[in-house]
């Protein structure tokens, strides 16, 4: 027979799961022999099994019954006694905080007549009516759904807050039809009942599909005695942290509310007061509260926060969690803990996240500068952007300054202006709409779901309450916190990003020297190395200033962009051999460039990938042409010969045509004035006393055969440049049946580099243009994707190719090195699968290159994780 | 140590891979006491040693020493001995018949001296300078590479004779710096290492790619006596069948030209006589020659060729081999050994293929009337097609009637030209050229590299010889035998087409007879079940005439098109629900009919899988009109409304974009209104007494998440429509990602069924449409292909998903249907592909249903192939 129920003093930290985080922390300090209320929890099994079979389980009654007892013996009170009434509250409690879910109901035990005996008792007539008040508005709102405003606000004195009761009872009964329940254990199992059922409300259910929490988890309720911070000026109630959570600052932090309990410190209908004053107001209670601050933090090794309440001069601990901290507090607090011996620097960096790197390196407002938001809405983009507003993408592509998209909500026509603009701004969607998941494709700022903001774009306007903005007037939106202001606001560059730069100095900077000291230490243990997609010598240096230590991708194509178009139409259209032996020096300048840059680190070079009509002008902008024209009798020109080449190449679908090693192995001499430009550049790199590392990657490769046809060219030409080192010749995994055939690939290959964009793109079958927009905020909202496959490695299904091809091509070639040098290589998620799978690098942007590091570390500390199950297995047992 | 020669006396006709097949069987016919001219075979693995090591294998010269003291001991003649020299001929011959090696020399052993030994002991000098003459030409040829031109042709008498053998010696001399080798043992070993490196000529090389024939077997050499069937009236030489190889008739079937060597009767350069005439000549040499044919054909059951040569009244036979046949004649003949109990009904059918009975079904020209062909050229892709000839794709669009598109080679601009021709004749290029590629794609016929026809586009002229034709001349083409023909040709129809369409009764015609018994057994035997691509219920009938037992893909998408397109435009641009209303009796209808033509058998419906940007106006269309409009000031009204919708709509990769089941998932109501359509249409036809199987299948489904939430919705509208029976509901499985989760998927799958057609653009990254005329050509010219991936399947990449998947669904639903409906499932080696990874059915067009009917007979009765090497292992070494 399963056991549902455990004692606070049957528990530990450790039983999160079946205890949840709440449970487990009480049952945690009540060892410590701490002074908790006593209590017991319910377990996540009950719940689940209520859930399965919609009764609670057999068994579970007499369980509660007997703790119950257990309690009332130690308190000797009894639930329901007219002399001397125990009261309870019931609070939810999943393995994971759960915004959405029930999560308190006090005052458990009173009636019509145990209210009496509260009110004799406690000698406090008033708190007795204000504590059965409080029972009946939230059992009425949490077990039956009475809509909150029905009970009307306003404690008065005891006579009034006698009538409220009677008013609030009858609103219940007219509400509920049944009168309010007078069985003090109907209201127990009422309650309990209650928080099981709030597992399966719609809030609880979306907040778990957003942040990726498992459906089949359930929740634990504590049932404990009620302790009352509301019994005078000896009593009240307080919230703390062991150490600032903004900033990371040693020392006790917190609020105090005398004669409340803990709900109205968190409502904030009284000012607080902070920690000091209740060192004045009660010494000997907080004497003994740092005391327990101290010992919880070691207990739990971390920073704490805390909930008490001082009932008449006791102290009683409520609840204890390690707490969270913003970013900054996150580096700053771990650093600390190395300090004071508490936790290990492998511990460390595994406490700080990739992401909160990011939010340090984002450019923020000066808070300080900023004005009161005009509104807040959901942050769907990080950053921070101001400009000019415009209500169309027209507006939006024609302006001259920085611009914010203003929409109800964007869809795919807005994309020219959601490129344009500085950021977006729509008043409807939340974080998967059409706006908020193509900006965070594009890593550009996006404010979403304005819901108090009007927009008119017929009149262009923009009103939030009194406040009229019209089109051109200035506005800045704060895609990190939701924030929108009327005017430019100051932005503040990251110190974090201005001290990889260079710029500053970690000397005397707590944040800056947390984060160089875990940066090092990550980069001790990491085994994966970080490299970065840089194609110009500009991206180059800052790359290695950021910590890469090589170049995973430089893409070529960039480098026929600007005036070089000119070249590409001539190979296309005109001479082709003058056209390649024009494009040769430029090639070779540009490599020398990087080269020099990178001396002494590996720079992979990509062969040109995109089809060649890229370079020419659209099919759609050509045609326009060409048909004015001839409308009006004129000869169309240039524009009638490009028309034609554009035609002849059009391709219905560009991503699977005419590209990658297809190009090389079909367009004369295009591949081996790239080989040879890499060549010379090496040479001359050489020359000067350099040490020149180029590798030649050549992408899209399907098949072994095609590799080996461009392999035996690439080694003529490079036989043929003399004074240059050797240099490797690898290949893409960016095709399934690469992939799937990497065994033979790897015979003709020195080294692989997954380009997990394109083969995210092929294994799914869609086009990233293509689908963002189209129907990925459906499929978020539909639960099909929890995030992203091109944010976050989908690592069923692609990883499992990227898992297939690295034991085929070591299979082949135990040596091969491997990196990954799509986007998902400065993913954190994905950083981990990388290393678990075994890769040697990982390559991004620049800017990613501190957090991939940070991540490359914490995967080295952190145990192997079974995304989604493990890689061949099932993803789902529906 | 090994052995590299075996006397005719030790081989069998099962050591092909050793002996080559000509050797093979030259020992079987030594072994069963036939008169065959002593000799020996140097094997196979000589040729690989020579090859890998460039040098005669040690130990080779003393083993042909040996084995040429034994036939010199039979004869009792010796190799260049001045009174009785033995003659000698040196044939290639490896495990596959090969065009492009070099094949025979004969007479060596003479020289300046053993020719008057020949001459007197012959008593017939001018045979004995002849013999000389053509050794001179022959050993020049093929050993030391002396262009054929150079040996002037011409026997004359004897003295003529005598000094063609000076002149010939006298270009030897002066081409190869040496004068012709008069020791015979050089000749030998000059013809034996000439025949191994022959082995890696160009021409050999290039062959073996086109017949698929693995690089590493190498050729034995078969060194025989030589025997003479010039040696005046009473001998001569012969080639023939032991039935005939164009009907499959019964009865010895040949050619005989007497004082002559078989050279001379294939080069044709005398008239031939038939059997007949020899039992006339020789009527003892014509019933021993007749028995021995009998024996041959008990030996090897099977239709055999021969040939053999009549040495002064005594037959030899130099060769026999199971003999090409025509289609007709391989399916006749292998009812008729049925019939005589010599093989099998299993044998039977794995001696016909289905691309023989393909031939069988395409269109011919009637060749009784027939002209002589203009020219013939390569035979790119079968059937047979006469239009007005045309010189431009421009001309084939505008064209009324059926033409025939006439270019030097064809290049992307063409493909509007090669859609609308009946035909595509080219001046240039092979079997792997463009238009060779795109018209096979097509199922178009194509002739190519016609390289004696002049075609002059600018004077719109085709000259061939004499013969101009101009452009609006009727032409005929025949793309399976490239033959190309002046005029209109009348086309007769295929009366095996005929056959299945229950037009013809196999009564009295031993083709039909043949093809009905061979069709029958395949049926019995079969595994795999054959289903039809139908989309109408003409198409439907066809196939079920043709042997279909369901229908594997109805695509939806077809029944928006013509009138019905406009009720599309309104579900993009105006009311979609009552679209969808209008649309919802059409679907009704279209189902009911097509499930009243498959009564009692498996309709599978696929829902609708395009974008539906696909049934608007093209981009490019309404860009220039409403250009155009606009540069005359003229309002361009719908068309501006409709250029709006697609640019919103428009897609840079459709293929990747919004369709399948993204669609369904975006688009309220669609699916829905599809699944409804076909639950009425069950329910009518249930109604009216029918027994109605339809099956819903979703595209494009990549995860189980898709299936579930479309499942969902697909049962709840089943469940309102009342009286329709139970309707499966499945999944196409043709994006890799489907593949690899097909354990997860196969939990919301009733069945799956392959598209291969989208896999394999996916697991290779290209998309059919742009890359067959793109870049296909070239792949195969460079082996990077040995045939197409669209038209076979390509078993190593493509393939180990589809095992990959039936494996994983399997595990999850072990009697999960599984079955394809790609294009693969028409074509033979695919077929027998999906028979060994255990489909339940293939589905194919209808034309191809006895094809497929044919091969999923044959994969039945023939050992697993493992086609490019084991699934999961490397497809080469290199």
Known sequence: MSRYVFDFSDGNKDLKDLLGGKGANLAEMTRMGLPVPPGFTITTDACREYLHTGTLPSGLLREVEDHLRLVEARLGKRLGDIHEPLLLSVRSGGPFSMPGMMETILDIGLNDTTVLALAA??????????????????????????PAELFEAGPGDTAALRDLVATYQKVFAEYTGRDFPQSPREQLYGAITAVFQSWNA????????????????????????????????????????????????????????????????????????????LSRIDPASHVKLLSIMEKLEQRFRDLCDIEFTIEDGDLWMLQTRVGKRTPAAAFVIAAQLVDEGTITLDEAISRVTGDQLAHLMFPAFDLDAAPEPLTTAVAASPGAASGAIVFDSTAATAADGPVILVRHETNPDDLPGMIAAQGILTSRGGKTSHAAVVAR???????CGAEQAVVDPVAETLTVGTTVLHAGDVISIDGTTGHVYAGAVPVRSSSVVRFFEGELSPLGDPLLAAVQRLMTHAGHVARLAVHANADTAADARRARRFGATGIGLCRTEHMFLGPRRELVEHL???????ALAELLPLQRDDFTALLREMDGLPVTIRLIDPPLHEFLPSLEDLTARVAAAQAVGRDPGLDGLLLAAVRRMHEQNPMLGLRGVRLGLVVPGLFAMQVRAVAEAAAARVAAGGDPRPEIMVPLVGTVQELDVVRAEALEVLSRVEGAPPIPIGTMIEVPRAALTAGDIAHAA???????????????????????????????????????PFESLDTTGVGELVRTAVERGR????????????EHGGDPASIHFFHDVGLDYVSCSPYRIPIARLEAGRAAVTPATQPNGAAFGPTSTS
């Open 121 to 146: 008792r406690s000698g406090d007539e008033r708190f007795a009516w204000d504590s059965y008040r409080r029972l009946i508005q939230m059992f009425g709102r949490t077990v039956y759904g009475v």
């Open 202 to 277: 719609d809030r609880a259910v979306l907040y778990r599909r957003q942040e990726r929490i498992p459906h089949d988890l359930g929740t634990a309720v504590n049932v404990q005695a009620m302790v009352f911070g509301n019994r005078g000026p000896r009593s009240g109630s307080g919230v703390a942290f062991t150490r600032d959570p903004a900033t990371g600052r040693r020392g006790a932090y917190g609020d105090y509310l005398p004669d409340a309990q803990g709900e109205d410190v968190v409502a904030g209908i009284r000012n607080t007061l902070t920690l000091a004053d």
């Open 441 to 447: 494709g594009m890593g550009k700022t996006c404010v």
């Open 572 to 578: 296309i259209l005109g001479d082709h051999e003058s």
């Open 750 to 788: 020195d080294f692989f580099s997954f380009g997990t964009n394109d083969l995210t793109q092929m294994t799914w079958g869609f086009s990233r243009d293509d689908v963002e927009g189209a129907f990925f905020g459906r499929y978020l909202d539909l639960g099909v994707f929890t995030v992203s």
């Open 811 to 822: 299979a082949t070639r135990p040596d091969l090195p491997t990196g990954v040098c799509g």
